[in-house]
């Protein structure tokens, strides 16, 4: 019985990486035989062009990591790469499309799949095939939904479905309820639940945590503020301030799950405080 054959299409100057995620997930899950991706299966000794032809003739599905820049991409001339039929990215999904190959798009920061008039005419099908959402927020839901959608073609796996755990500062979190807020903050005194309008300037407002300090005078509140910043840039995660002379009020909100409160916000505020407290020593 052949065995079921999982071809990668993606762009490497989209979403390389979601693409490398996602191989090493369905190996994971069928085996390292089961999937084509060519960095990895193609060798410089190789006549690449037949590897990747071979690969889509034994392809039982056709994995499309589809993100941002998938359709937008240009040559040097800011022709788009998809509207040629020479594409390798036209080319896989054309002839998965002729050969009836199953395409499972997996779209990567897109909402949908790509209207018909968007598409070159050889490959406007792909836009009637329903896409499965991957983001940092449903991440095992979007894998298991690409296992189950390959298992329903052929693959079959010798054990349970599930997941390595990973270090979650790596995904961002999510965001925290507001009963569940206000009950950690308790451990944050001066710390207040406020509404945040983005500067995009969002028809429903977001969340913020926010807290004044009072510091004397503007060296010391300058002080603060660099020693606060030092540490906002070590986690990545910045907040909107303000400086009036002697105080400075800090605002903290995810921006990336559209100005929510979450564990990092936390952190920081909790960060300001035992800085804060450090110095009120010398200061106060």
Not at 39 to 53: F, H, Y
């Amino acid at each position: 019985m052949k065995r079921p054959l999982a071809f990668i299409s993606y762009r490497r100057n989209d979403e390389g990486v979601s693409a490398r995620f996602i191989k090493s997930e369905v190996e994971r899950e069928f085996g390292k035989e089961s999937v084509f991706m060519d960095l990895d299966n193609i060798r410089t000794s190789n006549n690449w062009q037949d590897l990747i032809n071979q690969s889509l003739e034994a392809a039982t599905v056709l994995i499309a990591i589809i993100g941002p820049k998938w359709l937008q991409l240009t040559d040097e001339h800011y022709r788009r790469r998809i509207d040629f039929q020479d594409d390798w990215v036209n080319i896989e999904i054309s002839t998965a499309l002729k050969k009836d190959i199953p395409i499972i798009p997996v779209l990567v920061g897109r909402e949908s799949i790509f209207p018909e008039a968007a598409l070159p005419e050889n490959i406007r099908g792909l836009a009637q095939i329903q896409g499965i959402k991957l983001s940092a927020l449903n991440w095992r839901d979007s894998l298991a939904s690409i296992v189950t959608a390959m298992k329903a073609n052929g693959f079959s796996s010798s054990y349970e479905f599930s997941f390595p755990e990973i270090d979650e500062n790596l995904l961002m979190p999510l965001p925290l309820p507001v009963d569940v807020l206000n009950q950690k903050l308790k451990a944050l005194p001066g710390w207040k639940i406020v509404e945040y309008y983005s500067r995009e300037q969002q028809p429903k407002a977001g969340l913020a945590i926010e807290k004044v300090y009072r510091l004397g005078n503007f060296k010391n509140a300058f002080d603060f503020m660099q020693k606060v910043a030092k540490k906002v840039n070590e986690l990545n995660h910045h907040p909107e301030w303000e400086n009036v002379w002697g105080t400075v009020r800090i605002r903290f909100s995810t921006w990336d799950i559209s100005h929510q409160v979450t564990r990092l916000d936390l952190d920081l505020a909790k960060a300001c405080d035992d800085l804060y407290n450090v110095l009120k020593n010398y200061i106060l």
